[in-house]
């Protein structure tokens, strides 16, 4: 026997070999859902196969994923993406999805198969397990989100965490604390918190003697001096170490005094005009006994630090001014007709609506109010003291209004923000407990700061080219507040932040270096939440500055204003009647409206003339007599607006409007495809990108010399070209020839989007919506609901 050896196989397969790992075909592997985290950041609970719903009801546009609940944020994972074109800021801190604890109003649990529904607070029981929940933002956002195939004791647990995490019981269980204290333990070097040599803030804190100092300089106020009685808070709890005061004020009278004010508040110096008028602010007086004489004391002072020996005029904002209560009443109000209350229902009567909010009302008493005492300040060129029971609430608003109107340094960004941090977090506004971060009283809680931007945002949009800085900024300056990492907005004051942050050291055993400190980062450091990118969104395109830029025979130069001896009379624009200042001021009538028509002065309004000329005899003769503050805003108003000079705004109801990018922005119905003001800033901002890159190239052109051959533009350009220098704008201009055109994500909301953030009943098909969307004309509820979209 013998065996035969196999024949070796000569057959070649040009064809992949065959998949035999059948499930692994079949099922792809899938990335796991996480959520990113934040150092110290915790996952507290989760549940799988949630739906967050975009629609009213089960809607294909539904998104699938896990939702979180961290010892920060509420956190929505999905790999699945809308299909519609969206653009929305990106935050570092936050993503898409995410919601943080601080910005949560109320959580609502609803179990649909028994038709309960149950607002969870802080450790309370959950008798149902829920079918849906529905997260109340403080930010204006309803998010809901579905548990159909999630685990009932998975969706019950993660609700209850987010009802109790979202209510923290001391100021250190908010997350900013947790961060930094990791950050330092971790010895983390990325610059988001932690440890840190002390002043490396670019916008002045006011927490040093200097700022305080610049700040005197830079108004000429010579007879203010920085005071340091209070160093180790030892005077006031709720005022800072530095503070301004007259320079005829002892230190020792100072303390004598203290004890008369409430809460040991004394007299402090707000700002200069150049006059040598002064705006101050004082609490009231609690000692009867010493009323009169210290009134009298103060106010000569004040008088003494006049350069002219001017008059001292008292205003008291308590008796003149809606308390905190009505204005967060108000919101509540607002908040009702702009996000919850159904379209469908409100829209025939949505704006009587929101006038009997009275949010608007509000913002034209502070507006007027603002107003008056500019004219005592500028017109009488006597000071001002703004008095208020504590000094620290409503005084905020009302001294910053004054300052923004008067003096142009803080309609820049730089100077807005430091604005915000003298007037408010270091005059010991009570951010905490406004901002109600701790949720203990409501009845401590009110809007004000954001009533001030909202009165801020009125004055931008009569005077767009005066301010540097854009709706957007104001928009993530009040979000900012929700986001509970930064000190601007954490506490009652610096003593409060002071003693917080000790207690934390203590209780963490952490130990400083000489010249260290363990510090929260102030809002104004933007890089911790947004990209440069996406910080160019704060710039305005048409801005005018102190000096702009021309191009004159090949030279670039500045165009500077002549200076005038004082402000007033460098501005001028509608008569009084048209701005509101004769209802205002004395509840009549105002006898015309800024439309376009003409009165008895002969003068037309500078802007949106539309109407044509009416004879004066149709308007009715005033019979009360012009105020002193009416003629000073007719001469005000007779002549064109100085973008650098002040500003005094209209107040009748039609100059003022509902801050549409803030209050509407998450409403689906209210959001303009490919419309709205930012389709305007669009063109403008490439227009300005366009004029900044032909400056640009002048400012660094040099003609060939003879005999030289041109260089080659390192861009590929053509030769001699230089590089463009980086442009502030946003949105930049395409080829000179070839405009790019309107980007798809652009819309009312933007930079915004309302496409997951707001789902309610009766969301689709109603009347606004269909007309937003393409409708020609106004129908009934009934006709347009039978038509096909």
């Excluded at 074109?85 to 995410?98: A, I, K, M």
């Amino acid at each position: 026997m013998f065996t035969v050896r196999p024949l070796k196989p000569t057959f070649k397969s040009y064809l992949p070999p065959l998949q035999t790992d059948v499930k692994k075909s079949l099922h792809p592997p899938v990335k796991k859902l996480e959520a990113t985290l934040l150092p110290g950041e915790i996952v507290v609970n989760e549940v799988n196969f949630v739906r967050k719903c975009i629609g009213a009801e089960k809607s294909h546009d539904d998104l699938w994923g896990k939702l979180i609940c961290t010892n920060f944020k509420v956190s929505f994972v999905t790999h699945e993406a809308l299909a519609q074109p969206r653009f929305q800021v990106s935050n570092r801190l936050l993503g898409e999805h995410d919601i943080p604890l601080a910005c949560v109003d109320q959580v609502v649990t609803v179990n649909d198969a028994k038709g309960k529904k149950k607002v969870l607070g802080s450790n309370q029981k959950l008798k149902f397990n829920p079918s849906e929940l529905i997260l109340y933002c403080k930010d204006f956002r309803i998010v809901r989100f579905s548990f159909d195939e999630a685990g009932p004791e998975g969706a019950k647990k993660v609700c209850l965490a987010i009802a109790h995490y979202s209510r923290p019981a001391d100021p250190q269980l908010l997350f900013g604390f947790e961060l930094i204290g990791t950050r330092y333990l971790g010895s983390s070097e990325d610059g988001l918190n932690g440890a840190r040599p002390a002043g490396g803030s670019q916008t002045p804190l006011f927490a040093c003697s200097s700022d305080w100092d610049r700040e005197i300089k830079r108004t000429g106020a010579a007879e203010w001096r920085v005071c340091s009685v209070n160093q180790g808070y030892g005077v006031s709890p709720s005022l800072p170490e530095f503070f301004v005061v007259p320079a005829s004020l002892a230190d020792q009278d100072l303390r004598q005094y203290a004890e008369a004010f409430s809460g040991q508040r004394l007299p402090v110096w707000c700002w200069n005009h150049p006059n040598g008028s002064a705006l101050t602010r004082m609490a009231a007086i609690t000692d009867p006994l010493q009323q009169k004489r210290l009134d009298q004391r103060i106010c000569n002072a004040i008088i003494k630090s006049h350069p002219q020996r001017g008059d001292v005029h008292k205003a008291d904002l308590d008796k003149n001014l809606p308390s905190i209560q009505q204005v967060n009443n108000s919101l509540v109000r607002l908040r009702h007709i702009c996000v919850i209350d159904p379209f469908e229902e409100t829209e025939e009567k949505w704006l009587s609506s929101v006038e009997n909010s009275q949010w608007l009302d509000y913002v034209r008493t502070f507006l007027k109010h603002s107003c008056d005492v500019v004219y005592i300040l500028e017109g009488l060129n006597a000071s001002v003291i703004l008095q208020e029971e504590e000094g620290r609430d409503l005084s905020c608003v009302v001294s910053s209004l004054v300052q923004i109107m008067v003096d142009p340094h803080f309609r820049s960004l730089s100077g807005f923000q430091s604005l915000v941090q003298k007037e408010w977090v270091m005059a010991g506004h009570r951010f905490l407990d406004r901002c109600n971060h701790l949720k203990k009283s409501d009845k401590e809680e009110s809007p004000l700061f954001l009533l001030f931007l909202d009165c801020v945002w009125q004055l931008m949009n009569q005077y767009p080219s005066a301010f540097e800085f854009t709706e957007t900024y104001l928009a993530l300056l009040s979000d900012s507040m929700w986001v509970p990492v930064f000190s601007t907005f954490l506490f009652n004051g610096p003593k409060h932040h002071a003693d917080t942050m000790h207690d934390f050291l203590e209780d963490k055993k952490i130990t400083l270096g000489e010249g260290e400190e363990l510090c929260l980062p102030p809002v104004w450091d933007w890089s911790q939440q947004l990209s440069i990118t996406d910080q160019a969104l704060f710039n305005n395109p048409i801005y005018v500055g102190k000096a702009a830029p021309y191009a004159h025979n090949g030279a670039v130069k500045s165009f500077r204003r002549t200076k005038h001896k004082t402000w007033s009379s460098t501005l001028r624009g509608a008569p009084p009647s048209q701005t509101g200042w004769s209802s205002t001021l004395r509840g009549t009538p105002p006898a015309l409206a800024r439309n376009g028509l003409q009165g008895s002065q002969g003068t037309l309004p500078r802007r949106n003339s539309l109407a044509a000329q009416l004879k004066s005899d149709l308007f009715p003769v005033r019979d009360v007599p012009e105020s002193p503050s009416e003629r000073f805003a007719r001469d005000w108003f007779s002549g064109p607006a100085d973008p650098q000079g002040l500003l005094l705004p209209q107040l009748l109801p039609s100059h003022l409007a509902l801050w549409r990018l803030y209050f509407l922005r998450w409403v689906p119905e209210a959001v303009i495809p490919r419309g709205g003001p930012v389709t305007a800033v669009h063109a403008v901002s490439q227009l300005a990108h366009e004029i900044e890159t032909l400056q640009s190239q002048l400012r660094r052109y040099k003609g060939p010399t003879p005999g030289s051959t041109p260089r080659a533009s390192p861009a590929g350009g053509p030769p001699g070209t230089p590089h463009a220098e980086p442009s502030r704008m946003f949105f930049k201009a395409g080829s000179l020839y070839e405009p790019s055109p309107p980007p798809e994500f652009l819309s009312s909301s933007f930079p915004f989007t309302p496409v997951g953030n707001l789902c309610r009943p009766n969301l689709r098909g109603t009347p606004i919506s269909k007309l937003l969307n393409g409708a020609k004309t106004w129908l009934s509820t009934e006709t347009l609901a039978g038509e096909t979209a």
